[in-house]
C-alpha cells in the first residue's frame, strides 16, 4: 500500500499529474451547469483529500532524505559526535532534551568565545 501511495503521490506532484487534476476539475467545473452540483462536490472533495495526502507525502519524503544526508555529513564528519545520527526517530520528549543539551553547550561554547576574545583584547 505504501508503495501505491508513494508513486501516486510522485506522479500527482510532476507536471502531467498535475494537469490531470486540472482537467478533473475543469471536468467538475463543466459539469455544474448541468445539475450535478453533488457528483461536483463529491469529486472536488475527493480531489482536496488527495492533494492533502500528496502534499503530507511529499513532505515526509523531503524530511527523511534531508536526515539521511544530515546524518551522511554528520558521520562524515570525524570530530563530531554521532549520538544525534537517527535521533528523528526519538520520542518527541527524547528529541526536545537533546535539543536542549546542544543549546545549552552551543551557549556555553559561545560564551567561552566571548570570554577568551574578551581576555586577548
Excluded: W
Excluded at 546524518?71 to 526536545?96: C, M, Q, Y
Excluded at 553547550?105 to 559561545?110: D, K, M
Amino acid at each position: 500500500m505504501n508503495r501505491l501511495l508513494f508513486e501516486m503521490a510522485d506522479f500527482i506532484s510532476r507536471p502531467p499529474g498535475f494537469y490531470l487534476l486540472l482537467v478533473a476539475m475543469a471536468a467538475c467545473t463543466a459539469a455544474l451547469p448541468l445539475g450535478m452540483t453533488d457528483i461536483v462536490t463529491y469529486g472536488l472533495s475527493v480531489l482536496a483529500i488527495i492533494i492533502s495526502g500528496v502534499v503530507l507525502i511529499q513532505g515526509y519524503r523531503d524530511t527523511a532524505a534531508i536526515h539521511a544526508k544530515l546524518d551522511e555529513i554528520v558521520v562524515a564528519l570525524r570530530e563530531t559526535r554521532n549520538d544525534v545520527v537517527g535521533l528523528e526517530h526519538s520520542d518527541p520528549k527524547e528529541i526536545k532534551a537533546v535539543l536542549k543539551r546542544i543549546e545549552g553547550e552551543a551557549e556555553a561554547l559561545a560564551g567561552a568565545t566571548e570570554a577568551s576574545t574578551t581576555a586577548t583584547t
